[in-house]
């Protein structure tokens, strides 16, 4: 199966919702083309589609600092590996900032999310729990009662402090807001677009407004996921190729990135099959896509490993 080449926004949308595997289970996206809109900016484009800022203005030969022209066709990489499978339910991949859900052990859904911030004046109380949760409810057009923790912060800034926010354009919900187990962590819209795909929450899970229309739409109470902390990952397809994807370790968890792409590599049983000086060009760019590490030259008719499921 080739992997999705997209060559408009809609199209990727589509992508998003039901993506394209690369001849494995776990890994979906591909090389994208995608048509600058009025309106676009790099950082807008990364939350969209997922992809790091620099990879996109390295790849396209781009000032990061310059303007963006309706009309210019950026190539793009948008290949991820999924976390392991679920049967039913969400997987919220923190380092990697997506939200996949699985129905059936199929995945449906995948997007790029906004999640919580490392640390805050060296306080780190809103990162975005690690663990597993369910979806307890959920509500269109909800009033956002201020935690007391961003009270305070509030405090601390100098600003006028809110204990609610009703339904509204300035409410930071949204439209749809997903109520999960963990205290004050929410699955929500966001009114703030350019902060999805990077760490800026309080510790809530943001999603663009063209995404969690479909996902508010398909999960329900009860719902069961998890949140889980794999800033390095690794994949095989059936063809034998071997994927990378090594995502920045924003929470400090990983000791030594480089290792742990040796150990994913040799899970999978792969560690004669690629290219070690890919690997390490992969952990020093942290670029947070699957990136082909397949050594140059591996006879089709190798032994492949087995593909992680």
């Known amino acids: 199966m080739k992997i999705a080449t997209v060559k408009s926004f809609s199209a990727m949308f589509l992508f998003l919702l039901v ?3 690369a001849c494995a289970d776990n890994v ?19 939350a969209r589609l997922g992809a790091d800022i620099k990879d996109i203005a390295r790849e396209n030969h781009l000032n990061p600092e310059e303007s963006l022209r309706p009309g210019q066709v950026l190539r793009i990489n948008t290949r991820k590996i999924a976390p392991e499978a679920a049967s039913n339910g969400i997987v ?4 990697g900032r997506m939200l996949y859900y699985f129905k059936a052990s199929k995945l449906e859904m ?5 999640l919580g911030i490392s640390s805050w004046r060296g306080i780190t109380r809103w990162r975005t ?19 007391e923790s961003i009270q305070w912060q509030m405090r601390i800034l100098g600003e006028p402090v809110l204990t609610e926010v009703p339904p509204g354009p300035d409410n930071p919900l949204g439209r749809y807001a997903i109520y999960t187990s963990f205290p004050a962590i929410l699955i929500h819209e966001t009114i703030e677009p350019t902060t999805v795909y990077r760490f800026a929450s309080h510790g809530c899970i943001r999603v663009l407004s063209q995404n969690i229309g479909p996902f508010y739409d398909q999960v329900q109470a009860g ?5 889980v902390y794999e800033p390095v990952k690794a994949a095989v397809t059936d063809g034998g190729s071997v994927f990378l994807e090594v995502d920045p370790d924003a929470y400090g968890m990983v000791k030594d990135l480089a290792a742990e792409a040796r150990k994913r590599v040799e899970e999978m049983n792969a560690a004669n099959r690629v290219d070690w000086s890919k690997v390490a060009e992969d952990v020093r760019r942290q670029s947070g896509n699957a ?9 089709e008719d190798a032994p492949l490993p087995p593909v992680r499921r």
């Open 110 to 114: 995948a997007f790029p999310v906004g």
């Open 291 to 299: 990136e082909d590490i397949t050594l140059s030259g591996t006879p």
């Open 223 to 227: 719902t069961p996921g998890e949140t």
């Open 19 to 21: 993506p394209a595997v």
């Open 129 to 147: 729990p690690i663990g597993p949760f369910t979806i307890t409810g959920k509500e269109r057009n909800p009033t956002w009662y201020v935690p």
């Open 28 to 46: 979906i996206g591909g090389e994208t083309l995608y048509s600058v809109r009025e309106g676009d900016s790099l950082p807008l484009i990364s």
């Open 92 to 95: 919220v991949d923190i380092p």
